[in-house]
């Protein structure tokens, strides 16, 4: 059993930067897709950015592509978002999922969930 614990969520102006954390344990770190979802008030949860295994293959949803980064480092169990100029509309509750042989958009696909990290962003 997989276990994910996101940190690094505050209260920042329009245009900082905020870096979020995903530690797992439990598991086979180095083998599982990561993906970050986030979901605001009375919306869907939304994806974010998924990163595979091997690191190098990264997939982001346009209203954040290019100014929001996803990494791991696998010796330390922990992926990473890197969000730069924010914006209000990234205001949500950020959540990372971990998926057994995949790494995709589509929650329904993620076999484990973090308890979520709140990032707030004010103009």
């Known amino acids: 059993q997989v276990q994910l614990v996101e940190s690094g969520g505050g209260s920042v102006q329009v245009g900082e930067s905020l870096i979020l954390s995903c530690e797992a344990s439990g598991g086979a770190f180095s083998s599982l897709g990561m993906g970050w979802f986030r979901q605001a008030p009375g919306k869907d949860r939304e994806f974010v950015a998924a990163?595979?295994?091997?690191?190098?293959?990264?997939y982001y949803s346009d209203s954040v592509k290019g100014r929001f980064a996803i990494s791991r480092d696998n010796a330390k169990n922990t992926a990473y978002l890197q969000m730069n100029d924010l914006k209000p509309e990234d205001t949500a509750v950020y959540y990372c999922?971990?998926?057994?042989?995949?790494?995709?958009?589509?929650?329904?696909?993620?076999?484990?969930w973090g308890q979520g990290t709140q990032v707030t962003v004010s103009s």
């Open positions: 990163i595979s295994w091997r690191v190098s293959d990264t």
């Open positions: 999922a971990a998926a057994v042989d995949t790494y995709t958009f589509a929650p329904d696909l993620y076999d484990y």
